[in-house]
């Protein structure tokens, strides 16, 4: 049935079906450890949690049907789908990842899995071309996030997956700043999707988890094998708030956008603001390939108000009264945050700073609320 619906469909019924004990429409919470065997061995596809959960099960094939996967596999957060991304290589091999990403990222791959002897290369990826001396016969993953976190940088997917393939290098992309509603990086040529579900698919501020959509057997095995023998899955209840919040994916991206284009024009014009992060603008180095790839531009944006600086930001940040000031991105409600001392104060002063990540940056995700009252916030807070 999958294959017949439209994306805003999908979002309900994609790789669902009604409960097969009692025909619930909603996958229940399937909150139990174990399950009964007829004999040593035999089992009805599930017998034990960590391995495989019925309510688990359907957010799972739930993600594969919105990124057009044959494979999906949820886990306890976002970070947890990445570690078991990077469990897939050996010491020695390289990594090549996008030079401005989610500080929790930069800290995984360098402050853990450097230590385990992956040769890790940050690059700016606003140009193919910047990526092609760092490519070796080591090269064995290609790590890209689009829109980036928190700079907007958009990375044309089409083109790395091209060059990862002709290197024997797998492609992945953190696709959380988009959703699978505005880009679906497998149809563009990825390997390998991975989400904060905790964000834009559930939704809602309220569950930790992550995501992965493929369509390779070997690479789904080999993903499986890690996520069973680690362990860093979610619970049911964790499961079921994120299939709830997907069922209203599509509207909320649909307002999230609408106002985030709203919100960006508004302070592109505001005299006190001195730069817009925003993908959408015609001006963004990566436009046109934002165009091509993205449905529409999101509602992620970041700014640097007049003069720049800590001081500027806090004294903007601690006034908003609508914008909560907080951690995370993708829920109803809007939320800003200070990148240099929040979401990316692992990664060093100078390092975050050639990236663009300067003091002074404000990162803001816009919920759904009327697009007036987050203006009218914006000016009181920036006046």
């Known amino acids: 049935m999958d ?24 996958p229940p919470i399937y909150q139990t450890s ?11 596809g599930y ?17 594969a049907s919105l990124e ?8 306890a957060s976002g970070m947890a789908a990445m570690d078991t991304v990077l469990k897939l290589f050996q010491p020695g091999d390289e990594i090549i990842s996008t030079d401005d990403l989610y500080g929790g990222s930069y800290r995984l791959l360098t402050k853990v ?29 290609i790590w890209i996030e689009t829109p980036t976190n928190p700079m907007m940088k ?24 988009a959703s699978p509603y505005l880009q679906q990086p497998l149809d563009l040529g990825a390997d390998i999707v991975m989400h904060s579900a905790t964000k834009y698919l559930a939704g809602h501020s309220d569950t930790i988890i992550g995501l992965l959509a493929v369509n390779d057997d070997v690479l789904h095995e080999q993903l499986a094998f890690i996520q069973n023998s680690g362990g860093g899955v979610p619970g049911p209840m964790d499961c079921f708030l994120a299939l709830r919040g997907i069922k209203t994916l599509h509207l909320r991206m649909q307002r999230h956008c609408e106002n985030g284009a709203a919100v960006a024009t508004h302070l592109q014009d505001h005299s006190k603001i001195e730069k817009v992060y925003w993908p959408g603008f015609v001006y963004h180095p990566n436009h046109e390939v934002a165009k091509k790839q993205m449905k529409a531009f999101g509602g992620m944006l970041s700014f ?52 663009g990540v300067v003091d002074g ?10 697009v007036q009252d987050l203006i009218e916030d914006l000016d009181q807070a920036i006046a």
């Open 34 to 44: 174990t399950y009964a065997q007829s004999t040593p061995g035999r089992h009805q």
């Open 154 to 177: 958009v990375v044309d997917i089409h083109a790395i997956a091209a060059l990862g393939k002709t290197h024997n290098a797998l492609v992945a992309v953190d696709n959380t700043f």
């Open 304 to 355: 640097v108000p007049q003069g720049g600086g800590i001081a500027n930001a806090k004294k903007i940040l601690e006034k908003f009264q609508i914008f909560t000031l907080a951690e995370s991105l993708g829920g109803v409600e809007s939320l800003a945050g200070h990148p240099a001392s929040m979401t990316h104060a692992s990664i060093p002063k100078e390092t975050r700073e050639k990236s």
């Open 68 to 75: 057009k996967a044959k494979y999906g596999l949820a886990f």
């Open 113 to 141: 899995f450097e230590k385990y002897g992956l040769k890790i290369h940050f690059v700016n990826m606003e140009k193919v071309e910047n990526i092609k001396p760092f490519l070796n016969i080591k090269t064995r993953l």
């Open 3 to 26: 294959k017949k619906l439209r994306f805003n469909s999908l979002t309900i019924h994609g790789g669902q079906e009604p409960d097969k004990a009692f025909g619930a429409v909603m």
């Open 47 to 63: 017998e034990y949690s960590r391995t495989h959960n019925p309510t688990r099960t359907a957010l799972e094939c739930s993600i």
């Open 361 to 370: 940056l404000i990162r803001l995700s816009i919920g759904i609320e009327d």
